[in-house]
């Protein structure tokens, strides 16, 4: 196993997820096996019980790890599947720590962070990165790390301590540091500064590691004597400093490395050089180059309560994004912020009304993602009133379904009070309601998690022709609450079909309403195993219907096509960038990479 640790300098949102993931890209495109772990300093056990307005989405793994949505990164571009363990965070480490010191494991030591806390870090890469994430037997040939935050950071002090002790551990030529930096432009001069990449090595040798390669994110590529300047301060070679420039999308990060020649320069700090094959990259290629040139539009609200960060909606922004490529259409996202549809807001501020609305109406299709807590739900169910009565496409997750389901039953069985005891316990009609192996008093890992099997009951179901009419497809959970049993027989002589269950039968799964020209709610998040070039089959659906195409992605054959295949040798011509009213909805500009400094 050979290990190639990924860190970040000089400010933090530098793209550090999407560079180590592109590494990860170009070593597979070179015949090698690829892992990866994320470390993530902090002290939460898990970003299960995180606000995604602090850290963006929760990422959730087939096992039900709540992860740091950069694995969601991982497992889209090296088409993987990693598990809980992949995500390493202080608070994992302390727990297995002081658990051993309580078993009194440690015979009567003082238990210090070093040795204890550092060999424990060591450990847990060494276990981790053994375990097979690409459906292949036996350990992958290399493990890219991820060290979140920034060098210097109090938090992270054990585990560049750790890495330092682990790089001397596995011995040169199976440790290669790739240190991410930035290469700043001055406007007054217009020249590249390389100040600040400089303090950020010096700080990380101060530290013990060593960079043997520069990624340098900037806006434009290096200037040669800036390199030579890097070169000669950082003392790192010349033909290992890159440069990651600003890039339409992030589908070219890959291409940028393999362009500047970085899987030789790790090759050569690994002992590869002469083994691994040229790495072949052409469906990238043309993915990277077929987003940039689409430009037929498909517009989708999506009607959330985080609307004001994109990457807490992440894996349903790929999602999709991956289904609009399919499809070959230029995804254009309105973010349509849910209380802002709601009656009050009318009251209190008629402007975020109007804008809320008028976005909702005129959008080819409609996504109410998933979430917790009250606020916006009234807004979100308005949305799926819209787009029931005016049958406008609809996906609806987790939350999303059961607010469809909420409002069927207010709108067409008339059960006014219906909602969810999440939201109202004393509701005289319970739709939703509290799964009964729950907690209502531990938030950490308590919930429905991870890949559940889900039977399709209704077999010419749209969902069950998207899934190319398997019996049962495998898809991930979060909830705490589901469609209440004692209703479902209500709703469904009312007409919303469940179209898929669990495998008792008594949870329902998918919903359906058949007279729709596309109506679907998922108790599940089919998103996070969206791929770029797997479309995920129900975002499929959607803007397939969203542009009037359903019919060809429903056609077994032809779904199949559009999942293995999104890719033409031909590039369309490019069309105009056009920027949505409230100056995020093209989902270019959210994607990284591009205006500025990255997001993700
Ligand atoms: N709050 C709902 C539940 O716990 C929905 C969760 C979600 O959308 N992930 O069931």
Same mark, same amino acid.
């Given at each position: 196993?050979?290990?190639?640790?990924?860190?970040?300098?000089?400010?933090?949102?530098?793209?550090?997820?999407?560079?180590?993931?592109?590494?990860?890209?170009?070593?597979?495109?070179?015949?090698?096996?690829?892992?990866?772990?994320?470390?993530?300093?902090?002290?939460?056990?898990?970003?299960?019980?995180?606000?995604?307005?602090?850290?963006?989405?929760?990422?959730?793994?087939?096992?039900?790890?709540?992860?740091?949505?950069?694995?969601?990164?991982?497992?889209?571009?090296?088409?993987?599947?990693?598990?809980?363990?992949?995500?390493?965070?202080?608070?994992?480490?302390?727990?297995?720590?002081?658990?051993?010191?309580?078993?009194?494991?440690?015979?009567?030591?003082?238990?210090?962070?070093?040795?204890?806390?550092?060999?424990?870090?060591?450990?847990?890469?060494?276990?981790?990165?053994?375990?097979?994430?690409?459906?292949?037997?036996?350990?992958?040939?290399?493990?890219?790390?991820?060290?979140?935050?920034?060098?210097?950071?109090?938090?992270?002090?054990?585990?560049?301590?750790?890495?330092?002790?682990? &790089?001397?551990?596995?011995? *040169?030529?199976?440790?290669? @540091?790739?240190?991410?930096?930035? /290469? !700043? =432009?001055?406007?007054? #001069?217009?020249?590249?500064?390389?100040?600040?990449?400089?303090?950020?090595?010096?700080?990380?040798?101060?530290?013990?590691?060593?960079?043997?390669?520069?990624?340098?994110?900037?806006?434009?590529?290096?200037?040669?004597?800036?390199?030579?300047?890097?070169?000669?301060?950082?003392?790192?070679?010349?033909?290992?400093?890159?440069?990651?420039?600003?890039?339409?999308?992030?589908?070219?990060?890959?291409?940028?490395?393999?362009?500047?020649?970085?899987?030789?320069?790790?090759?050569?700090?690994?002992?590869?050089?002469?083994?691994?094959?040229?790495? &072949?990259?052409?469906?990238? *290629?043309?993915?990277?180059? @077929?987003?940039?040139?689409?430009? /037929? !539009? =498909?517009?989708?609200? #999506?009607?959330?309560?985080?609307?004001?960060?994109?990457?807490?909606?992440?894996?349903?922004?790929?999602?999709?994004?991956?289904?609009?490529?399919?499809?070959?259409?230029?995804?254009?996202?309105?973010?349509?912020?849910?209380?802002?549809?709601?009656?009050?807001?009318?009251?209190?501020?008629?402007?975020?009304?109007?804008?809320?609305?008028?976005?909702?109406?005129?959008?080819?299709?409609?996504?109410?993602?998933?979430?917790?807590?009250?606020?916006?739900?009234?807004?979100?169910?308005?949305?799926?009133?819209?787009?029931?009565?005016?049958?406008?496409?609809?996906?609806?997750?987790?939350?999303?379904?059961?607010?469809?389901?909420?409002?069927?039953?207010?709108?067409?069985?008339?059960?006014?009070?219906?909602?969810?005891?999440?939201?109202?316990?004393?509701?005289?009609?319970?739709?939703?309601?509290?799964?009964?192996?729950?907690?209502?008093?531990?938030?950490?890992?308590?919930?429905?998690?991870?890949?559940?099997?889900?039977?399709?009951?209704?077999?010419?179901?749209?969902?069950?022709?998207?899934?190319?009419?398997?019996?049962?497809?495998?898809?991930?959970?979060?909830?705490?609450?589901?469609?209440?049993?004692?209703?479902?027989?209500?709703?469904?002589?009312?007409?919303?079909?469940?179209?898929?269950?669990?495998?008792?039968?008594?949870?329902?799964?998918?919903?359906?309403?058949?007279?729709?020209?596309?109506?679907?709610?998922?108790?599940?998040?089919?998103?996070?195993?969206?791929?770029?070039?797997?479309?995920?089959?129900?975002?499929?659906?959607?803007?397939?219907?969203?542009?009037?195409?359903?019919?060809?992605?429903?056609?077994?054959?032809?779904?199949?096509?559009?999942?293995?295949?999104?890719?033409?040798?031909?590039?369309?011509?490019?069309?105009?960038?056009?920027?949505?009213?409230?100056?995020?909805?093209?989902?270019?500009?959210?994607?990284?990479?591009?205006?500025?400094?990255?997001?993700?």
């Amino acid at each position: 196993m050979k290990y190639v640790l990924v860190t970040g300098g000089v400010v933090s949102g530098l793209g550090k997820g999407v560079t180590a993931s592109s590494i990860g890209v170009l070593l597979k495109a070179c015949g090698l096996r690829v892992t990866s772990i994320k470390i993530d300093p902090y002290l939460n056990t898990d970003a299960g019980t995180m606000s995604p307005f602090e850290h963006g989405e929760v990422f959730v793994l087939d096992d039900g790890g709540e992860v740091d949505l950069d694995l969601g990164n991982y497992e889209r571009f090296l088409d993987i599947k990693l598990t809980r363990d992949n995500n390493i965070t202080t608070g994992k480490i302390y727990q297995h720590v002081i658990a051993k010191e309580r078993k009194g494991d440690y015979l009567g030591k003082t238990v210090q962070v070093v040795p204890h806390i550092t060999d424990a870090i060591q450990e847990w890469i060494e276990r981790v990165a053994a375990i097979p994430v690409d459906g292949e037997e036996g350990p992958a040939d290399i493990c890219v790390i991820e060290l979140g935050g920034t060098i210097g950071d109090i938090e992270s002090a054990p585990f560049i301590e750790a890495l330092g002790q682990f &790089s001397y551990r596995v011995g *040169t030529g199976n440790f290669c @540091l790739v240190h991410v930096s930035l /290469v !700043p =432009v001055l406007n007054v #001069v217009g020249e590249q500064k390389t100040k600040p990449t400089q303090h950020s090595v010096r700080g990380l040798r101060g530290l013990g590691l060593i960079p043997d390669i520069l990624a340098c994110r900037s806006t434009k590529a290096l200037e040669e004597n800036v390199k030579e300047k890097l070169a000669q301060f950082c003392h790192v070679p010349l033909e290992s400093i890159f440069t990651l420039y600003d890039v339409p999308n992030i589908w070219h990060i890959p291409l940028l490395l393999k362009d500047q020649k970085a899987h030789l320069a790790i090759s050569k700090v690994l002992n590869l050089a002469g083994i691994v094959k040229e790495p &072949s990259l052409e469906e990238w *290629t043309s993915r990277a180059e @077929l987003c940039d040139n689409l430009h /037929v !539009p =498909v517009r989708i609200a #999506v009607v959330g309560k985080y609307t004001g960060l994109s990457d807490a909606y992440l894996s349903i922004l790929k999602a999709l994004l991956h289904a609009s490529v399919a499809c070959r259409k230029k995804l254009v996202v309105d973010w349509v912020p849910a209380c802002d549809l709601e009656k009050e807001t009318e009251k209190e501020n008629p402007n975020a009304y109007k804008a809320a609305w008028k976005l909702l109406k005129g959008v080819d299709g409609v996504l109410v993602p998933g979430g917790f807590g009250d606020r916006g739900v009234e807004g979100k169910i308005l949305a799926a009133k819209y787009a029931r009565e005016n049958k406008i496409p609809f996906l609806g997750i987790c939350l999303g379904m059961q607010v469809a389901v909420i409002e069927f039953a207010r709108s067409v069985i008339s059960l006014v009070d219906a909602n969810s005891t999440e939201f109202k316990p004393d509701t005289k009609h319970p739709c939703i309601v509290f799964m009964p192996e729950g907690s209502r008093t531990h938030m950490g890992g308590t919930m429905r998690l991870g890949s559940r099997k889900s039977i399709f009951t209704v077999k010419d179901s749209k969902s069950a022709k998207l899934y190319g009419n398997k019996s049962f497809v495998d898809e991930r959970h979060r909830h705490r609450y589901e469609v209440n049993p004692d209703m479902v027989e209500r709703l469904e002589k009312a007409g919303l079909s469940f179209a898929a269950k669990d495998e008792t039968g008594k949870r329902m799964e998918i919903v359906e309403l058949p007279n729709h020209p596309f109506f679907i709610g998922a108790q599940f998040h089919p998103e996070y195993k969206s791929r770029p070039g797997k479309a995920s089959p129900l975002f499929l659906g959607l803007i397939a219907a969203s542009c009037g195409e359903l019919d060809t992605v429903m056609n077994p054959a032809s779904v199949h096509q559009h999942l293995i295949s999104n890719c033409p040798k031909s590039v369309f011509v490019n069309g105009t960038s056009k920027k949505a009213p409230n100056g995020m909805a093209d989902v270019r500009y959210n994607n990284g990479y591009c205006n500025g400094l990255h997001t993700r």
